[in-house]
């Protein structure tokens, strides 16, 4: 039934008509539009209620949460979601406005409308995850959880993954290459059969620190290696470090001088920070051709200081920021050739850090020098 322009009273007969169970009631243009109005009205004054309840409930939410209006504001919001907003409040804000994606702003038109919606989100600096659930009342829910850590966790575990596979991959082969020349006829042929046994062992060996260097650095970052923190005399170190490096640091026609004075001692686990002191002194005998290397130890108001100094070629300074990061060689080639996993001093970070201390490096055309800080006993 057509109403046209037929009064009120009627309109609202056949609205009650239709929700009882009877047909649709067609309320004509001026009666539609001031139901419409009433309604945005009643939506508009519930829009500015601030319900406690509902803040304590969003506020106990661990993810930044709003309930989002018809209008598309948010109507309340916790803090999480408040530190979204660059201006630090998002009450009153439109999604978009929030966090300037398009991407959110048109998934909040379709929950408005009344489909849920689960999203992610990639922003400049931050990665998050969305939900959208509508409401009754038309509103919409929306959770948003910062992922970007999570995101950044698996990117490193893919990395490692692919970088590890790369490293193993390289004296695979060429053991296999060997071993096929052997089995081939070499083996037959004293003089050349050597040589490729050589390489076998050489390989072999390089898998070895590889796997060893593997498991300790995932025994280090899953923090199932256990430090056991207990004063160390830092002078059986040095003394340690002269006999077991002298002979490699002669052969290469390196001075090695080692300067540790007697009665310093730090907190430390002792087969750690042996690690890493074998560990900066092994690289700087390897990677200087001529000159010198020396160990060194002083004490400093509450702490020692250990410096692993050599006049070698130094290190350009825009790798120094990431010559701690696992696999990263200043010049792979050379490293590789060297016997070097690029593990050596990703492996020294976590110990000291481990200890509580610091390690940074220095480098310059004069050579370069590693500092680790512990502190004293
Ligand atoms: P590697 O096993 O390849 O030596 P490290 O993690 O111990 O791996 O060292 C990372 C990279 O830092 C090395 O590949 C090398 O390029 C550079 N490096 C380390 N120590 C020195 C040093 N004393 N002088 C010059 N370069 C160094």
Same mark, same amino acid.
Do not use: M
């Given at each position: 039934m057509a109403?046209? $322009?037929?009064?009120?009273?009627?309109? =609202?007969?056949?609205?009650?008509?239709e929700l009882a169970g009877g047909p649709h009631a067609d309320l004509g243009q001026e009666v539609s539009e001031l139901g419409s109005l009433l309604l945005q009205r009643e939506l508009r004054r519930?829009?500015? &209620? $601030?319900?406690?309840?509902? !803040?304590?409930?969003?506020? +106990?939410?661990?993810?930044?949460?709003? &309930? *989002?209006? *018809?209008?598309? %504001?948010? #109507?309340?919001?916790?803090?999480?979601?408040?530190?979204? +907003?660059?201006?630090?409040?998002?009450?009153?804000? @439109?999604?978009l406005e929030v966090t300037r994606s398009g991407e959110l702003s048109e998934a909040m038109r379709r929950a408005l409308e009344g489909s849920a919606r689960r999203l992610e989100l990639e922003l400049p600096h931050r990665a998050l995850s969305v939900h959208l659930t509508p409401l009754l009342r038309g509103e919409v829910l929306c959770l948003v959880r910062d992922v970007t850590e999570e995101r950044r966790a698996a990117a490193t575990r893919r990395d490692f993954v692919a970088n590890a596979s790369h490293e193993? %991959?390289?004296?695979?082969?060429? =053991?296999?290459?060997?071993?096929?020349?052997?089995?081939?006829?070499?083996?037959? !042929?004293?003089?050349?059969? %050597?040589g490729f046994v050589e390489i076998v062992h050489r390989q072999a060996e390089r898998l070895s620190r590889l796997t060893q260097d593997l498991l300790d650095l995932s025994r280090l970052e899953s923090r199932q290696w256990r430090f056991e923190v207990a004063p160390v005399d830092l002078t059986p170190l040095g003394r340690q470090v002269d006999e077991l490096h002298g002979p490699s640091a002669r052969k290469k026609g390196l001075e090695l001088r080692v300067a540790v004075p007697e009665g310093i001692t730090v907190m430390a686990d002792g087969r750690a920070l042996e690690q890493v002191v074998v560990n900066l002194v092994d690289n700087a005998i390897k990677y @200087?051709? +001529?000159?010198? &290397?020396?160990? #060194?130890? *002083?004490? +400093?108001?509450?702490?020692?200081?250990?410096? *692993? @100094?050599?006049?070698?070629?130094? =290190?350009?300074?825009?790798?120094?920021a990431r010559l701690f990061e696992r696999f990263y060689r200043v010049d792979s080639g050379r490293a590789r050739e060297a016997g070097g996993t690029g593990l050596g001093l990703a492996i020294a970070k976590h110990l000291v850090q481990g200890m509580h201390g610091q390690i940074d490096v220095e480098s310059g055309a004069e050579g370069t020098r590693f500092r680790v800080r512990l502190p004293a006993a």
């Open positions: 109403l046209g $322009r037929t009064p009120l009273a009627a309109a =609202i007969k056949a609205l009650r008509a519930f829009a500015t &209620v $601030r319900d406690p309840a509902e !803040q304590e409930l969003l506020a +106990s939410l661990p993810d930044a949460a709003a &309930v *989002v209006a *018809v209008d598309g %504001r948010v #109507r309340v919001c916790n803090a999480a979601f408040d530190a979204l +907003s660059a201006s630090g409040r998002a009450a009153g804000l @439109t999604s193993l %991959r390289t004296p695979v082969a060429a =053991i296999r290459g060997a071993a096929e020349t052997l089995l081939a006829g070499a083996l037959d !042929q004293p003089e050349t059969a %050597r @200087t051709p +001529s000159g010198s &290397v020396e160990l #060194r130890a *002083v004490s +400093s108001g509450g702490e020692a200081v250990l410096t *692993v @100094t050599d006049t070698g070629p130094g =290190i350009e300074p825009h790798h120094l």
